[in-house]
Nanobody, 114 residues
Framework: QVQLVESGGGSVQAGGSLRLSCAAS????????MGWYRQAPGKQRELVAI???????NYADSVKGRFTILRGDAKNTVYLQMNSLKPEDTAVYYC????????WGQGTQVTVSS
């Protein structure tokens, strides 16, 4: 079974930065696209950023100019560089990938204090 594993979450002060990492295990294929979603308590899960195999990216309006999604050199790896973090960014962040079906990571907590 394919597994996506996130790392890099934690607690930071407002204005700080974090870099989330995601790597797939047990894959014999490449994802067509990978990305990051997040879900805050009491809110719906929302798209943060996506990058396709061809390198096209899409960001939520709330993170444009602050977050950058990067594909790693290793197959099925992706990063989310988060700068100028705000308390509103506090959420569980999930790695996501798709080929013929969707795959989700277990989530990593990001907490931004004011």
């Amino acid at each position: 079974q394919v597994q996506l594993v996130e790392s890099g979450g934690g607690s930071v002060q407002a204005g700080g930065s974090l870099r989330l990492s995601c790597a797939a295990s047990r894959t014999i294929f490449s994802f067509n696209a990978m990305g990051w979603y997040r879900q805050a308590p009491g809110k719906q899960r929302e798209l943060v950023a996506i990058i396709t195999f061809g390198g096209s990216t899409n960001y939520a309006d709330s993170v444009k100019g602050r977050f950058t999604i990067l594909r790693g050199d290793a197959k099925n790896t992706v990063y989310l560089q988060m700068n100028s973090l705000k308390p509103e960014d506090t959420a569980v962040y999930y790695c996501w990938g798709i080929r013929t079906t969707e795959y989700w990571g277990q989530g990593t907590q990001v907490t931004v204090s004011s």
